[in-house]
């Protein structure tokens, strides 16, 4: 299973940008994929999920501003980021859960200036 992020970078306060994570090794369509972030000194957390149905969930702090969504034929997950804050800087990880272990992406860097 690989797991390739890309899309972050630089972008002001209230700026926007989207995330892409393309996954190989695996049956995309049918599993749940996530994207987490780990923050300098601090824990990583999830931020969205997305089940094979087209579900989501969110952590509280990113309702409203973050959206996330696939592409199945592409095996693509996407994290479209919106009126980003300084607090959001961080890694951003995409992750799926397989045959009872966690299959991690190298994460991208996400840096929101104020």
């Known amino acids: 299973v690989q797991l390739q992020a890309s899309g972050g970078g630089l972008v002001q306060a209230g700026g926007s940008l989207r995330l892409s994570c393309k996954a190989s090794?695996?049956?995309?369509?049918?599993?749940?994929v996530a994207w987490y972030r780990q923050a300098p000194g601090k824990q990583r957390e999830l931020v969205a999920t997305n089940d094979s149905g087209g579900g989501t969930s969110y952590a509280d702090s990113v309702k409203g501003r973050f959206t996330v969504s696939r592409d199945n034929v592409k095996r693509t997950l996407y994290l479209q980021m919106n009126s980003l804050r300084p607090e959001d800087t961080a890694v951003y990880y995409c992750?799926?859960?397989?045959?009872?272990?966690?299959?991690w992406g190298q994460g991208t860097q996400v840096t929101v200036s104020s």
């Open positions: 090794g695996m049956n995309f369509r049918i599993n749940t």
């Open positions: 992750n799926v859960e397989l045959w009872g272990r966690a299959f």
